[in-house]
């Protein structure tokens, strides 16, 4: 296992964040923090909080920012995302959260921020079959389902379709990623942290691809100070 990394991916819904960011925080050994993840589990437990966010979400609106801003500003402040690193998978998304998040971390806070790039046509055909498990939030898909039809391979939770992948909230979904999170793969361009992989194939082949883009990012920036 490799030691440590800030990182986060950026992607259209369905591109695989998440599915890959379960794979490099177990090779950097860091915390994945999903916001959507922390959401949904906010939501599950019936928290009002939780209940508010569920309201955005099912309609595939964006959670207000500065609701966002606060959850992630907490959990970046954990010991184990302090001392290791971490991967984050769905924030930011905005630019306004973009420029909290180098407040937060400092101008040589993150090492990379991977895009992962596939078609808007694959991620439809991906969200119209994803199935995630209700307790550990595992992704699966109806073309590579569990083990034992719709139990979680990994606790036995049932795994269902997510209230939010209705053909309605997947088209807003994508029309906010084109209008507010993809002026972000500039932001990052211009940092020098951009990594944009193709996520077309299979998940261990996109995986490979990232980290050779990491590990490529990082070799850049460890020979050039002057990068920002
Ligand atoms: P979130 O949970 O982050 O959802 P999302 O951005 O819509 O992204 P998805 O989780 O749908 O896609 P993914 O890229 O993780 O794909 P996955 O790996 O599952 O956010 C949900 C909501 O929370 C938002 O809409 C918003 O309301 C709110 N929210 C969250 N963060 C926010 C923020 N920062 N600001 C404001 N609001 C926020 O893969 C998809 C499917 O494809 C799966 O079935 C998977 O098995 C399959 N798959 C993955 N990789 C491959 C591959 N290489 N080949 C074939 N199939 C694959
Ligand atoms: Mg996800
Ligand atoms: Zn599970």
Redesign the pocket.
């Known amino acids: 296992m490799a030691s440590g990394v800030r990182l986060l991916?950026l992607?259209?819904?369905?591109?695989?964040?998440?599915?890959?960011?379960v794979r490099i925080a177990r090779h950097y050994g860091v915390p994945h923090i999903?916001?959507?993840?922390?959401?949904?589990a906010a939501a599950a437990a019936g928290t009002s909080f939780g209940l508010r966010?569920n309201e955005?979400?099912t309609?595939?609106?964006?959670?207000?920012?500065d609701?966002?801003i606060g959850v992630?500003a907490e959990r970046l402040a954990k010991d184990d995302a302090q001392d290791q690193g971490f991967v984050l998978?769905?924030?930011?998304?905005?630019r306004v959260?973009a420029e909290e998040l180098q407040r937060l971390l400092g101008p040589s806070g993150l090492d990379a921020a991977v895009d992962?790039d596939?078609p808007t046509d694959?991620?439809i055909d991906?969200?119209s079959?994803?199935?995630?498990c209700s307790t550990c939030g595992a992704?699966?898909?109806?073309?590579?389902p569990p083990k034992k039809p719709w139990v979680c391979d990994k606790d036995g939770g049932d795994v269902v379709q997510?209230e939010?992948?209705t053909p309605e909230?997947?088209t807003k979904?994508l029309e906010?990623?084109e209008k507010d999170t993809r002026p972000l793969l500039d932001f990052y361009d211009g940092l020098g942290l951009l990594v944009t992989v193709d996520?077309?194939?299979?998940?261990d082949?996109?995986f490979d691809r990232i980290v050779d883009g990491v590990e490529a990012v990082r070799q850049l920036r460890l020979s050039s100070p002057s990068v920002p």
Do not use: C, W
């Open positions: 991916v992607g259209k819904q369905g591109a695989g964040k998440g599915t890959q960011a999903s916001t959507g993840d922390m959401f949904r966010a955005y979400m309609r595939g609106e964006l959670v207000p920012d609701v966002v992630v998978d769905g924030f930011p998304r905005t959260q992962i596939v694959v991620v991906r969200i079959g994803r199935r995630v992704t699966y898909h109806v073309n590579a997510r939010d992948d909230a997947v979904r906010f990623y996520g077309v194939g299979e998940p082949d996109v």
